[in-house]
């Protein structure tokens, strides 16, 4: 635990260690950035498919998509998406002070924001399975305001853990690093089987989101909440014997 906590009797931590080791698929954060880039495609099935035409992780496509409601074009909605980017922008400001105040204490800040994360994800899965949930009504609107701040909380962290092509929540610059870093167009290929790792995931993510849903909304809440905690669970003590003991 001191080694987490960054006490003075600690050894020392090497953060830089770890994230020169996640140029590997194999490495313990590109495995845990891959499952939640999985759990990205869960929580966007659901609030698209289920509450109403809004993302609660992808923010670009929220602004596009209040852009044509704002518009009054193909019948989408304005209030659901300015819900979900508030509750964004909150869930990343707190994410934001989180991270000020655990710099060079990698483990314990992915650990506190893998716990809010769950924790919001499991109170929105616990909504989703008593209530009857609608696009537009309060159940639905609670769903987006938990499940936007889990995510904005998440995109704080790892926006500051900074692996490159794996944001968790977006693939327009892992997509374009995949084709303009590829051999066939001249380049090194160096790094393409993380890039297409992570479309993949989210790809799969999206797709037992959208089956899951057919079964209840609570499902693909269910199970991305299961996976932000084993990810918790898996991925701290990895990062605290990897950072301790750099190769």
């Known amino acids: 635990m001191n080694s987490m906590a960054g006490s003075p009797g600690a050894p020392r931590f090497d953060e830089a260690a770890i994230k020169r080791g996640a140029a590997s ?12 880039t999985f759990s990205t495609g869960l929580l966007d099935a659901v609030s698209y498919l289920a509450l109403g035409r809004v993302f609660t992780a ?15 074009s193909g019948g989408l909605p304005v209030v659901a998406p300015i819900v979900s980017l508030v509750a964004f922008l909150i869930g990343a400001g707190a994410g934001g002070a989180l991270v000020r105040r655990m710099t060079e204490r990698h483990p314990v800040l992915v650990a506190r924001t893998l716990a809010i994360e769950s924790s ?5 899965a616990v909504v989703a399975a008593v209530t009857t949930v609608h696009p537009g009504n309060a159940s639905a609107y609670t769903l987006i305001v938990l499940m936007a701040s ?14 490159p092509d794996l944001t968790t929540t977006v693939l327009t610059m892992t997509l374009t690093g995949f ?21 993949l995931a989210m790809l799969a993510g999206a797709i037992a989101g959208a089956l899951l849903l057919k079964a209840s909304v609570f499902a693909p809440l269910g199970l991305a909440a299961v996976l932000a905690i084993a990810t918790w669970l898996a991925y701290v003590p990895a990062a605290v014997r990897l950072g301790s003991n750099p190769q």
């Open 58 to 72: 992808n923010m670009t496509g929220n602004v596009v998509l209040l852009g044509f409601g704002i518009a009054g």
């Open 179 to 199: 084709a303009a870093e590829s051999r066939l167009a001249g380049g090194s290929g160096t790094g393409s089987v993380r890039r297409l790792s992570a479309v």
């Open 120 to 124: 919001l994800l499991v109170i929105a």
């Open 25 to 36: 698929v194999r490495h313990p954060l590109t495995r845990a950035l891959l499952a939640l």
């Open 150 to 163: 889990a995510m904005g909380v998440r995109n704080a962290a790892v926006r500051h853990i900074a692996v």
